[in-house]
């Protein structure tokens, strides 16, 4: 039987057994696993038939000799698996693999520069104290420092208006109002004794809640965990608190790190609330653009910063991988995931990337690069190119592409010199293949404990189980594919201290949607083939709003840089923001 015919056939007997979704790791032994609960059964009861059913699955086929010269290693590899499942492994424990976005031939500067925040002068406190809702986190700063306002102060500010604009925007899972007051009078009195930790002393800010902090839920978005309390404070709450800042809220995250529904419905977005917020930080994007909190911590892994900082016109930084430490964080992927700012401005992003970024002795993927940052660094002397488009982006409307060209203009009249070049074809499909593996390992214990029932979205944990369908030698066939890709990409825009490329317009999903993403089917779509491969070579991003399309709802581009070259990303938009003033217009709703 032809090798096709055969894994049609056994997926249709699958389906139609109802078992494809309780099949075992490793070759997947589906047969063992009707009536078990997707437990593992004796190794004895393996037969070469199964055996050959297991490996349709993982497409391949063998001889009838070949199976049986199989069986005993395979048995005895069952037993192992079997075994394993006895061990307890903490969550926080990562495989010690850990992804790298340096290619060979790349060079990171390692030199440790003064960092150099734009000086602010002359900034008085406005008449009505609800103006500083929408101020940048320097400014605040500013005030509460030559104590024009206090940190009681700004933390009543931003509780209330989580009380009464969170309900709207449906982006609080817990408010933190006794820690904040808490840490709010602390920060004062630190100030009084002539203790100052920096520019984030006493500012308000808000966590996607996949971060745990002590004493409070971390609930992942998921009904099944709205209750859950981990007693373990995440490495970036610990080290914003350490710099003085104020945790004021939890903010909503799609269930499990995905979309933009949790279990207490969809996140909005300020600028129409009729649309969701896109992707699962979909809650510190909402409630940073609508002045609920100063600046917030979200994660990406697929987009989840960058698409809800467009949806919401926010300022949001996804940094290189191996940027902050995840420890103490939610995984959905331990060779993607990562950890950064949501803020109004891109000089606030290198403000809280500063506080958030380097090793600890817990995420062995963070690597020891001092955070550049210099607020009058000359980006004429930057090597900047941008993408030509090749043809239509789905999802992007005449008037954003007109935006986009607006921007290159503004640029070019800030004496920045821009190159065009072209991104050509890369397997970036087949180099993200298999990493759903990643996520399967984590949740193991969700699904084997069966808190998957209780989920908020009952198909979310498909996803969980499909992932341990994919063959070891796969997933390792497809981190090799992602490291040509990464080549390729260094070949063709190594050259760039910067880069700019049109931002992803993520569809309206429905409920149980991952959030983020593009309509799929069309030939080519340079958008998201570009967020694709940029995601996989785990390139620093960050997303900045540059006009409006429609009835009013924002647009983005977004800047890209070298590995560890976030100095240069958000120096060139620091010098665009100066010149223009789109990040500063808040959503009409809530100004």
């Not at 699904?447 to 009952?458: E, M, V």
Request: charged share 20%; with cysteine; glycine share 10%.
């Amino acid at each position: 039987m032809a090798l096709a015919d055969s894994r049609r056939r056994f997926l249709a007997y699958c389906s139609s057994a109802g078992l494809a979704s309780t099949l075992l790791p490793g070759v997947l032994w589906e047969k063992l696993l009707a009536g078990t609960g997707g437990q593992a059964p004796a190794p004895e009861a393996l037969t070469p038939e199964m055996l050959a059913s297991a490996l349709a699955v993982a497409g391949l086929e063998y001889g009838e000799d070949e199976r049986r010269q199989m069986l005993r290693g395979v048995q005895g590899s069952l037993r192992r698996y079997v075994e394993r499942r006895d061990v307890a492994i903490d969550p926080d424990v990562a495989p010690p693999l850990h992804f790298s976005p340096l290619v060979p031939g790349m060079r990171v500067d390692r030199t440790s520069r003064p960092f150099r925040a734009s000086p602010v002068t002359d900034l008085a406190r406005p008449r009505r104290l609800d103006d500083l809702a929408f101020w940048p986190v320097l400014h605040l700063a500013h005030l509460v420092r030559t104590r024009q306002v206090t940190s009681v102060e700004l933390t009543e500010l931003f509780l209330a208006r989580l009380a009464a604009h969170g309900p709207a925007l449906n982006c609080v899972i817990t408010l933190t109002a006794d820690l904040a007051r808490a840490q709010a009078r602390q920060a004062d009195r630190e100030l009084a004794d002539g203790r100052d930790r920096g520019p984030l002393h006493g500012i308000p800010w808000g966590c996607k809640d996949i971060l745990a902090v002590p004493g409070y839920p971390t609930t992942w978005g998921s009904n099944a965990f709205r209750t859950r309390v981990i007693d373990t404070e995440a490495a970036v709450a610990a080290r914003l608190r350490e710099a003085g800042a104020v945790l004021v809220a939890k903010l909503s995250t799609g269930e499990m790190a995905s979309g933009e529904y949790w279990f207490g419905g969809r996140t909005n977005n300020p600028w129409d609330l009729s649309e969701g917020a896109s992707g699962s930080s979909c809650g510190p994007a909402a409630a940073t653009a609508a002045g609920l909190v100063a600046f917030s911590i979200g994660t990406d892994t697929g987009g989840s910063i960058l698409f809800p900082a467009t949806r919401c016109g926010a300022t949001g930084l996804r940094p290189t991988f191996g940027r902050v430490s995840r420890f103490g964080c939610m995984s959905l992927q331990w060779s993607r995931d990562r950890i950064g700012p949501i803020c109004r401005t891109a000089e606030d992003c290198a403000l809280v990337f500063r506080a958030i970024a380097g090793p600890d002795d817990r995420d062995g993927s963070v690597q020891d690069v001092p955070v550049h940052w210099d607020a009058s660094m000359d980006v004429r002397t930057l090597s900047v190119g941008y993408l030509e488009p090749t043809g239509a982006d789905e999802g992007r409307t005449a008037e954003w592409t007109a935006n986009d060209h607006a921007t290159l203009d503004r640029l070019r009249a800030l004496g920045v010199r821009l190159e065009p070049f072209v991104l050509p074809p890369m397997r970036s499909a087949l180099a993200g293949a298999g990493v759903g593996a990643e996520a399967s390992a984590y949740f193991e214990d969700v699904l084997q404990s069966g808190a998957d029932r209780d989920f908020t979205n009952p198909t979310r944990a498909n996803g969980f189980r499909q992932g341990r369908l994919v063959p070891a030698v796969e997933y390792l066939q497809a981190q090799r594919i992602r490291a040509m890709v990464m080549r390729q990409h260094f070949a063709t825009v190594g050259r760039f201290d910067v880069y700019l490329a049109p931002s992803n317009n993520p569809p309206l999903n429905p409920p149980g949607g991952s959030g983020g993403g593009v309509v799929p089917d069309s030939p080519r779509n340079l958008t998201r083939d570009h967020h694709d491969v940029s995601n996989l070579c785990g390139l620093p991003a960050l997303s900045v709003p540059n006009g409006v399309y429609g009835p009013g709802r924002p647009t983005s581009l977004t800047f890209h840089g070298r590995p560890f070259g976030e100095a240069a990303v958000i120096a060139l938009a620091h010098a665009w923001q100066r010149a223009t003033d789109w990040h500063l217009r808040p959503p009409p709703p809530f100004a």
